[in-house]
Each structure stands twice: as structure tokens, then as C-alpha cells.
């Protein structure tokens, strides 16, 4: 998906972890999943620069579509849909 995609999508759960350092927004992302609806769209908030690594490979281990990450000041927001 592009950028502009990604900014405008309607999302159905979204995670705030900045205040947590690695792994922390991971072991969030995998607490919350489990919160929403196959095909549903979660965003998770993220300082951590480790997170654009790990959630998307995380995601696609577990049957999981990453979308994509976009940069915002200070932090990321990456996004996933439910398998």
C-alpha cells in the first residue's frame, strides 16, 4: 500500500506502545490481535525502531497481512489485518 494509502485507512483497534521499548509493542500487538475480528485492521504506535522489524514478521508467521509502516515525528505507525 502506499504512504497516502496507509494514512487515510480506517483502522479497528489501535496500539498505543511508545512508551515501551522492545518488546514491549510487540508483546502488545500480540495481546490486541486476539481483540479483533478476521480482516479487521489494527495499528500499532511505536518508538521503538526494532518494532518495523518484528511486527511484520511476526505478522506474517502468524497468518497475519502487514500493510505497511508509516514514519510520523518520533515514532511509527504500522499496520496489519487480521488472518
Known amino acids: 500500500m502506499s ?5 487515510n485507512l480506517v483502522v479497528d483497534k489501535s496500539v498505543d506502545a511508545r512508551g ?17 475480528a478476521s480482516g479487521e485492521i489494527m ?12 511486527i511484520p514478521k511476526w ?4 497468518g497475519h497481512e502487514y500493510l505497511g509502516t508509516v514514519e510520523d515525528s ?8 487480521k488472518g
Open 3 to 7: 504512504q497516502e494509502e496507509l494514512q
Open 20 to 36: 515501551t521499548a522492545c518488546p514491549g509493542p510487540l508483546l502488545e500487538a500480540k495481546k490486541s490481535i486476539g481483540t479483533i
Open 43 to 54: 495499528e500499532v504506535l511505536s518508538a521503538d525502531e526494532g518494532t518495523k522489524r518484528d
Open 59 to 62: 505478522a506474517n508467521k502468524k
Open 74 to 81: 518520533g515514532y511509527f505507525k504500522i499496520y496489519l489485518k
